[in-house]
């Protein structure tokens, strides 16, 4: 398990979110370079380890259509629906990984990253107190480093937790 962090690259990040194309809609249509190792495809909804992890485990969740508001854009039934596949994406992520407690949360803004996504990151058992919480999630606390090799062998356990073929 990483402990370990890397410099992230802050300014490059925001520039490539708000003047590029949407990362999630690009995953969905297979455009080269937008490539994450997917854990999960229902057809309707995605989940993906996350390309810049703060914690061992981060995964994002989204629908695969380009939805932009987490609750008004959701009737009730869809937005139940979504919340399922985090929910279940996350008992597998604390199957696979050693987690002292997952943080689910919603991020974007529309001024980049404007699909919805769900963080799914599990923290770390033992982190000092200081080091959890915002601490934990923000990237500019650096992010861990990581090698395809690693993402993929991490993807394939919570494939198999998940029971999901992707």
């Given at each position: 398990m990483h402990v370990d962090r890397m410099p992230f690259d802050s300014a490059g990040y925001q520039e490539r979110v708000r003047s590029g194309p949407c990362f999630i809609c690009d995953l969905v249509a297979g455009a080269p370079g937008s490539e994450h190792e997917v854990?999960?495809?229902d057809g309707a909804h995605i989940a993906f380890l996350g390309r810049y992890p703060t914690m061992y485990g981060h995964v994002l969740v989204a629908p695969k259509a380009h939805i932009e508001h987490v609750?008004?854009?959701f009737d009730q039934d869809a937005y139940l629906r979504l919340q399922a596949v985090v929910?279940?994406?996350a008992r597998a992520v604390e199957a696979a990984v050693p987690s002292e407690r997952t943080y689910l949360?919603?991020?974007g803004s529309q001024q980049g990253n404007?699909?919805?996504h769900w963080h799914v990151q599990p923290l770390t058992p033992g982190t000092p107190y200081e080091h959890q919480q915002f601490h934990a999630l923000m990237a500019e606390n650096g992010v861990i480093p990581w090698s395809e090799a690693e993402a993929?062998?991490?993807?394939g356990r919570l494939r198999a937790?998940?029971?999901s073929g992707t």
């Open positions: 854990v999960f495809d609750v008004r854009d929910h279940r994406v949360l919603s991020l404007a699909h919805v993929a062998e991490l993807g937790e998940l029971g």
